[in-house]
């Protein structure tokens, strides 16, 4: 595959011609704002360094959040790798599941839990963002690929959980494809289209961003942080190189604050999550070493932008924000569901 295609959803896995350790991640997410739920999708490929392990997998978490407690189901099944197969119309499937680029649909189970889905998937705009700046891989110091192929999707369909089936009426959403020998070393992952505006109004507001930390020798390379904004109809690309050494952020289990410009205008935001927020997931990395995903996406967000004029709009988003924070510990206070 053109290393320049790798904003869509044709995937890079070829199993003839793999010699070392792979991984490949499609995800998914979509919001019921009204309802605070949420569900997460994920189909990989997984190879070992040494081929041990050769799997395709589908992940799926749903989230319900009440005042009380949020309700939160995970589930992972596993196949051999010989399952997934490549579509020629930029999609995959993996045994009977399928991500083509209209919908998506599937099921997953274990001893305690069922969930199906049937949905369509609608882009509302052509937006898409690279997360690694552009001479990283150029100069070969970044392997990896990490990408949101649609940063502005509706799903319209339903999902079954135990039994209970929920509709899905232009959810907004996202969808990302992520690839290479292995994984970071750890990062922190956030997106919102689902804001509002200082009146309460729906604003047609996008945020998607990244602070990571690459693998180095037995250790971890300095944070780097990219992110997209799309501020009614002007997107903003903070990913060049000199756009992540500027930008600056932080983040922990509590929070995910940043302040990065771009084109004169500057985007400041705190992503706020709850340990009750979080479904721990572990993920395998090509050499077998462990991460810990601690996943919610129904957390908060408050993002304030300052244009050159110095007007300032602040917009908001209740237990609508994916917000995800990876590590190589798992918090001893978030449960693994899978």
């Given at each position: 595959?053109?290393?320049?295609?790798?904003?869509?959803?044709?995937?890079?896995?070829?199993?003839?011609?793999?010699?070392?350790?792979?991984?490949?991640?499609w995800?998914l997410?979509?919001?019921?704002?009204?309802?605070?739920?949420?569900?997460?999708?994920?189909?990989?490929?997984?190879?070992?360094?040494?081929?041990?392990?050769?799997?395709?997998?589908?992940?799926?978490i749903?989230?319900?959040?009440?005042?009380?407690?949020?309700?939160?189901?995970?589930?992972?099944?596993?196949?051999?790798?010989?399952?997934?197969?490549?579509?020629?119309?930029?999609?995959?499937?993996?045994?009977?599941?399928?991500?083509?680029?209209?919908?998506?649909e599937?099921?997953?189970?274990?001893?305690?839990?069922?969930?199906?889905?049937?949905?369509?998937?609608?882009?509302?705009?052509?937006?898409?963002?690279?997360?690694?700046?552009?001479?990283?891989?150029?100069?070969?110091?970044?392997?990896?690929?990490?990408?949101?192929?649609?940063e502005?999707?509706?799903?319209?369909?339903?999902?079954?959980?135990?039994?209970?089936?929920?509709e899905?009426?232009?959810?907004?959403?996202?969808?990302?494809?992520?690839?290479?020998?292995?994984?970071?070393h750890?990062?922190?992952?956030?997106?919102?289209?689902?804001?509002?505006?200082?009146?309460?109004?729906?604003?047609?507001?996008?945020?998607?961003g990244?602070?990571?930390?690459?693998?180095?020798?037995?250790?971890?390379?300095?944070?780097?942080?990219?992110?997209?904004?799309?501020?009614?109809?002007?997107?903003?690309?903070?990913?060049?190189?000199?756009?992540?050494l500027?930008?600056?952020?932080?983040?922990?289990?509590?929070?995910?604050?940043?302040?990065?410009?771009?084109?004169?205008?500057?985007?400041?935001?705190?992503?706020?999550?709850?340990?009750?927020?979080?479904?721990?997931?572990?993920?395998?990395?090509?050499?077998?070493?462990?991460?810990?995903?601690?996943?919610?996406?129904?957390?908060?967000?408050?993002?304030?932008?300052?244009?050159?004029?110095?007007?300032?709009?602040?917009?908001?988003?209740?237990?609508?924000?994916?917000?995800?924070?990876?590590?190589?510990?798992?918090?001893?206070?978030?449960?693994?569901?899978?």
């Open positions: 595959m053109d290393a320049a295609n790798f904003l869509t959803n044709e995937p890079y896995f070829n199993r003839e011609e793999r010699t070392g350790g792979f991984q490949e991640v995800y997410k979509f919001n019921n704002v009204e309802a605070a739920r949420a569900l997460w999708l994920r189909f990989t490929v997984l190879i070992r360094n040494d081929k041990s392990k050769e799997v395709a997998e589908v992940w799926a749903f989230f319900e959040a009440n005042d009380a407690s949020v309700h939160k189901v995970g589930i992972k099944n596993t196949w051999p790798i010989a399952s997934f197969e490549n579509m020629e119309t930029q999609g995959l499937r993996i045994e009977h599941n399928s991500l083509l680029p209209d919908r998506t599937g099921s997953v189970s274990d001893d305690n839990h069922q969930l199906r889905w049937s949905l369509f998937l609608k882009p509302l705009n052509n937006l898409q963002f690279d997360f690694v700046p552009a001479m990283l891989p150029r100069f070969k110091l970044v392997k990896n690929t990490a990408a949101t192929v649609y502005n999707l509706a799903f319209s369909g339903w999902c079954e959980v135990d039994g209970a089936r929920y899905w009426t232009n959810a907004p959403g996202m969808q990302g494809h992520l690839s290479g020998p292995r994984n970071g750890s990062w922190a992952w956030g997106h919102c289209n689902c804001f509002s505006d200082p009146s309460g109004a729906y604003a047609p507001v996008v945020w998607d990244l602070c990571a930390r690459a693998p180095l020798g037995k250790g971890a390379a300095p944070p780097l942080t990219s992110m997209f904004f799309r501020i009614g109809d002007k997107t903003y690309h903070v990913n060049t190189m000199r756009d992540v500027r930008s600056r952020s932080h983040y922990d289990f509590d929070q995910f604050t940043f302040r990065v410009k771009k084109c004169g205008v500057l985007f400041e935001g705190t992503v706020s999550a709850r340990l009750e927020d979080y479904a721990g997931v572990t993920y395998e990395d090509t050499d077998g070493s462990l991460l810990y995903c601690h996943n919610s996406k129904i957390s908060d967000m408050i993002l304030s932008v300052t244009h050159a004029n110095g007007a300032t709009t602040e917009y908001k988003a209740n237990r609508a924000v994916a917000y995800e924070v990876v590590s190589r510990e798992a918090h001893p206070n978030v449960p693994l569901l899978i």
